[in-house]
């Protein structure tokens, strides 16, 4: 399916966008109901897990889903936003057409039902939001070895780094001290899959960017 967009700009805000979300994943046919379990939205992407029922109360029977104790089934939506010149837009896509955005949360996969086939795409979606929800939230401080070095725009690598933060605009910002150099490095989180924490210094303070503008005024 392709972009869908609202002229009429109803949806303006978080909270329209929210209902929105909830209005397409809730609907009613002659024989079955689908109604919305949970919604969330990371970044400019809305996940979803549906409910879906038959009229009648008997089980739902899907080649895909192993049917709930209930006689239901619950499956993972992903619906692609942004906004056109003040006109929302979305592109909605089942767990099972395999979505490359992978960011949602456990609690809401927690929500599906299982799946018949553990090697279809909408397995492999869901590891991919598992492994992205393992990447660890490092503190202030943590030393770290990145699974693999990380080449910089200057053409340089980093590997070992520690956490700390730098304000802009009135923001704290993470960012990471590169063990080799002492410069300053922004990383995505997906840099971070497979690290490993070399040191805590979790509940203290880190020295690390007094450090760094020391040196810079030496």
Request: a negative charge; hydrophobic letters at 40%.
């Given at each position: 399916m392709g972009w869908v967009f609202y002229t009429d700009r109803r949806v303006k805000s978080y909270a329209d966008e929210k209902a929105e979300i909830a209005r397409l994943c809730t609907f009613?046919?002659?024989t079955r109901k689908t109604v919305l379990l949970k919604a969330c939205k990371v970044g400019s992407t809305w996940y979803a897990a549906a409910?879906?029922?038959n009229i009648d109360g008997t089980p739902v029977e899907d080649k895909t889903y192993v049917t709930d104790a209930?006689?239901?089934?619950?499956?993972?939506a992903v619906f692609?936003?942004?906004y056109d010149d003040g006109c929302w837009g979305y592109k909605n896509m089942e767990e099972?057409?395999?979505p490359v955005e992978s960011r949602a949360p456990l609690s809401l996969l927690a929500l599906l039902s299982e799946l018949k086939d553990p090697e279809s795409h909408a397995h492999a979606w869901r590891q991919r939001c598992r492994d992205w929800a393992a990447?660890?939230?490092y503190d202030e401080g943590d030393k770290i070895k990145l699974a693999a070095p990380v080449t910089l725009t200057?053409?340089?690598t980093c590997q070992?780094?520690?956490?700390t933060h730098y304000w802009r605009g009135g923001q704290k910002r993470r960012c990471y001290r590169i063990e080799e150099t002492g410069g300053l490095v922004r990383l995505s989180k997906g840099s971070l899959a497979g690290s490993e924490l070399l040191s805590s210094a979790k509940g203290a303070a880190s020295p690390v960017l007094a450090e760094f503008f020391s040196a810079k005024r030496s």
């Open positions: 009613e046919t002659d409910k879906v029922m209930d006689g239901s089934i619950a499956f993972g692609l936003t942004r099972s057409a395999g990447i660890p939230d200057d053409g340089s070992i780094v520690t956490a």
